[in-house]
């Protein structure tokens, strides 16, 4: 039985802010490894660069539900 507190897999709404928060810095740390590698001037930084620019798709899918979730939790208020 879930409670009125949790959401269909038994997590508090505390609990859903922590891992989404968690899954945001992530996220912020992938665009900061980005940014890192551009200010390289080096073979290294193409292939990061490269790298980076096919997971920004991804990333920008994340940040969306992410702060979609946010925007509207799963729990009744």
Known sequence: ???KDQDQFG???GALADERFA???ASISRYQTTFEALAKQDGAADLEITRQIELGGEIMDEYDETFSALAKPPWPA
């Open 11 to 13: 997590r508090t709404p």
């Open 23 to 25: 899954r945001g810095e």
């Open 1 to 3: 039985m879930v409670s």
